[in-house]
């Protein structure tokens, strides 16, 4: 959980600040989305790289979880492509940030951190509890510092103790509170005989 608050805290913080934003192009269909300038694409991939090297090294050191086998490659794959929606749903953000566009209604983030949580666990499910609940929760540490992120782009008003603390509610909210659920989840998956059939 320490990685998870601390990339947490950073996306949002230098999420807040004044980014150059895409084009909105909802009327156009699409990716829904234009021109993203080049420094927004640089903070989006490096706080993507940098969760993802946490994530990596963090189930690396798991004394429960094999680098080797097929199970870890396969939540490496579900870390990408988590972190590729994410990273679709941040360049969205910002652009939706340029329009006046209403209230949000967020029906469906909270798959965001759940989905990626719970399919470890089912990766994982010829392993132990442990390694299960390693699997799912260092899903968190790249799915919740980018769904921060967000959060953080679609608000235009800057970097302030009160966006600060407005992105950070609906991050426990929606994020956090999802990814422990669907660690739980993953944590029930299986059985507990400690084989290392992937």
Partial sequence: MAAITALGSAATILGLLQWP?????????????????????????????????????????????????????????????????????????????????????????????????VVAGLIFGGHDGRARTSAALNTGVVTVPLFAMSWALLASDGLSLAGVAGVFLITVRLGVAPLAVGVIFARALGGDSGSDRL
């Fill in 21 to 117: 934003s895409p084009v909105w192009a909802g009327s156009a269909g699409g990716w829904l989305i234009e021109d993203v300038p080049a420094a927004l694409w640089v903070f989006v991939l490096a706080m993507t790289v940098a969760c993802m090297a946490t994530a990596v090294i963090l189930t690396w050191r798991s004394s429960s979880l094999r680098l080797r086998g097929v199970a870890f490659w396969l939540w490496l794959v579900l870390t990408v492509l988590a972190a590729a929606a994410l990273i679709w749903n941040a360049l969205y953000s910002a652009a939706l940030s340029t329009i006046a566009f209403g209230a949000i209604i967020p029906i469906f983030h909270w798959l965001f951190t759940f989905v990626p949580a």
